[in-house]
């Protein structure tokens, strides 16, 4: 697929820690950074910080932190509570998902099923159609990602290597098919787990199980169901608010994954 690369390049200070993976996931989910600086439109401004502390029981024992009074949860999510226990990115610029989906109610569902389809179109695999048409692969998880993201990978290593969204795409898709990869993902989010911080982020989980690959390294076990948090940045703009290209992901809570000012 031929496309235009422009010629600036987006500030970076720091970037994701690789984790080495194994079967694909992890290696796809954990390298990535990204950094764009994005307008955040007036709006009314979610001062939590200090509202999701972790809880005392009497027995002295910590409780899990509670993140739900920052979002609209109304525990129709139940099945993946940890989405609501993993502290929500906070720069300067941070909108709680109360106060962004207040603001995007409009947009709220547009935001999810862009980042869905960017999530399990890219893991969803048959490493057979990838290497049968694997531009035509890369295309299609590309149509809902932005080709003009830079992304750093191995930062602050000898052969760290800055490259577009789009080029590590189509390496993840190389790694498919050397390691003859199989596997099923779905990816769940709902309206109470999209929020504003620059990015617009959308937090799901990601459900996936592989059913074959070659990668000797993995930690995954081929046949076994496994559940991974995940944050997809997309970007937003006040005046283009139809512009939801994703331009990041990675583990939810991993703040060295998304680059920030």
Known sequence: MSRQKKSYKFNTNKAATIIPITALVVAAIAVTGTWIYLSTPETTKCYTDTASTVQVHSSGKESTPDYTIETNYKGHL???????????????????????????????????????????????????????????????????????????????????????????????????????????????????????????????????????????????KVGEEYKLPIEVAMQRSPSNPSNRTVCSFGKAGDNTFFLTP
């Open 78 to 220: 139940s099945q993946f509570p940890e989405l609501y226990t993993i502290p929500f990115k906070k720069t300067d610029s941070y909108v709680c998902n109360k106060d962004f989906s207040r603001e995007h109610y409009n947009v709220l569902e547009e935001y999810e099923d862009d980042a869905t389809a960017f999530i399990e179109a890219l893991f969803n695999v048959d490493y057979r159609n990838i290497a049968a048409n694997q531009t035509g692969f890369v295309a299609e998880v590309m149509q809902n990602g932005d080709y003009e993201t830079f992304i750093t990978k191995n930062y602050g290593k000898e052969d760290e290597e800055t490259m577009y969204l789009y080029d590590y795409i189509e390496d993840i898709s190389s790694y498919f098919v050397e390691n003859q990869v199989e596997m099923e993902s779905k990816f769940y989010t709902d309206d109470s787990l999209v929020y504003s911080d620059f990015f617009t982020f959308v937090r799901g989980e990601l459900v996936f199980t592989i059913y074959n690959s070659e990668d000797t390294s993995s930690e995954y």
